[in-house]
């Protein structure tokens, strides 16, 4: 062994490195025991180290990479857990990368927006058809007739209502002054029939009498029982519009357009007209529909006059500027509601349609029956209109199957 001492550590205090040792001066490196320069070659030196168990590598998630330098997709480059990898813990082998609509956003958006005024609308709809089916008025009035093709509406103008009318001419009870039959035929063809309330008819139970008798005598039942009798055509739809209402209903559509022919100043209707055409407001459509007395034909000018405003109360309701008018709805539904009543299971849906088939009948023009005798002496009714019951079933059977010619001269 050397006399001389190792040398000492440069730190004051520190202990002597042995000679030979490699160690950076002022490290914590210490000798391995055994492994000291002068120890006997062969001596039992430590224990050969082991090497490390391989840990199972972790799988890695589909779509990623695990090399070094690609985009791992959480905040950093590397995909193995080592130099370069990303700090925190390692991803959810089940997790799927967030893939990237294709879809831009605007229109993404758009398409949202979309569906929620598709949502809105309809709610808005519903809402408002339950709201006025709720106030309508149904009466039992359809018969238990066989069907017929085609969908069959008789329209009633009544005077019911308010009954501010009913004793102006000393008739008592309610009436129809006005009724239409309106049908819309198995291939698409539709037609608008005015049906004069003299026409003489044999209503049942009672005999021959004027058709507005029947209305007088049983209500809307015998009314649709007396039609289907003298038409052939079976009543889907029974709708009847009190005259009383045509105030709110105007003016809930803001106006309807009436034509007269001669300046009118009527006092006791409050008609005030010139000649000509005009939009006119609720209060003038019913002075329109109700007066008679500055009119020389009396109640057949007012039955055509009547006829005339639901024709064109019917194409207003069905105006864009009425359809497209939220507000507008609920105003008719509300008035037209009050002024409604319908057969059973007849809602505002019906009703719209109703609407639509009478405007594309109008389109053609209201077509006129057949009159044998317009001014029939009749024994308890006075002066009544005649048919003939050949030409009667003629003229309905070519309406019910569509083909009747409004252009061929039997047009209103």
Avoid at 173 to 202: C, E, F, Q
Avoid at 286 to 294: G, N, Q, S, T, W
Avoid at 383 to 408: K, M, N, R, Y
Wanted: hydrophobic content about 35%; glycine content about 16%.
């Amino acid at each position: 062994m050397s006399d001389h001492l190792p040398p000492r550590s440069p730190r004051p205090g520190g202990p002597r490195r042995p000679a030979g040792h490699r160690a950076r001066a002022g490290g914590s490196a210490r000798p391995v025991p055994g492994a000291s320069p002068g120890r006997p070659t062969g001596a039992a030196g430590p224990a050969p180290t082991r090497p490390l168990p391989v840990s199972e590598q972790r799988p890695v998630a589909r779509g990623q990479n695990a090399g070094y330098g690609a985009d791992d997709g959480y905040g950093g480059y590397g995909g193995g857990w080592g130099p370069g990898g990303p700090a925190g813990p390692p991803p959810d082998p089940g997790r799927r990368p967030r893939r990237r609509s294709r879809i831009p956003r605007p229109v993404r958006l758009g398409a949202t927006l979309l569906v929620l005024v598709l949502v809105i609308v309809v709610g808005w709809g519903a809402g408002l058809v339950l709201w006025a089916d709720s106030r309508i008025e149904h009466v039992d009035a359809l018969s238990e007739a066989e069907n017929t093709p085609g969908t069959t509406y008789l329209i009633a103008g009544s005077d019911r209502r308010g009954g501010d009318s009913v004793g102006d001419d000393g008739t008592e009870g309610a009436r129809t002054d006005t009724i239409m039959l309106l049908h819309k035929a198995p291939g698409g063809n539709s037609y608008m029939v005015s049906l004069p309330r003299d026409t003489l008819v044999d209503i049942p139970g009672y005999g021959g009498y004027k058709l507005n008798a029947a209305y007088s005598f049983g209500g809307a039942p015998l009314l649709v029982e007396t039609v289907e009798d003298f038409t052939g055509l079976a009543v889907d739809h029974y709708v009847e519009i009190g005259f009383d209402g045509v105030s709110g209903m105007v003016d809930a559509v803001g106006h309807v357009n009436l034509c007269i022919d001669q300046d009118v100043d009527d006092e006791k209707s409050g008609l005030s007209m010139t000649e000509g055409c005009h939009d006119v407001g609720g209060e003038q459509a019913l002075a329109f529909v109700r007066a008679r007395y500055f009119d020389p034909t009396a109640d057949i000018g007012r039955q055509q006059r009547q006829q005339q405003f639901i024709e064109s109360l019917m194409e207003r309701v069905t105006s864009p500027s009425v359809l497209l008018n939220p507000v507008r709805h609920v105003k008719l539904a509300g008035a037209g509601s009050d002024s409604l009543v319908t057969s059973e299971g007849t809602g505002i849906i019906d009703v719209t349609r109703m609407a639509l088939t009478a405007r594309s009948a109008m389109g053609n023009g209201t077509m006129t029956m057949p009159v044998e005798d317009p001014e029939f002496q009749t024994e308890n009714s006075g002066v009544a209109i005649l048919t003939d019951d050949q030409d009667i079933a003629d003229f309905f059977g070519s309406i019910e199957d569509g083909s009747a010619d409004p252009a061929s001269g039997d047009e209103g």
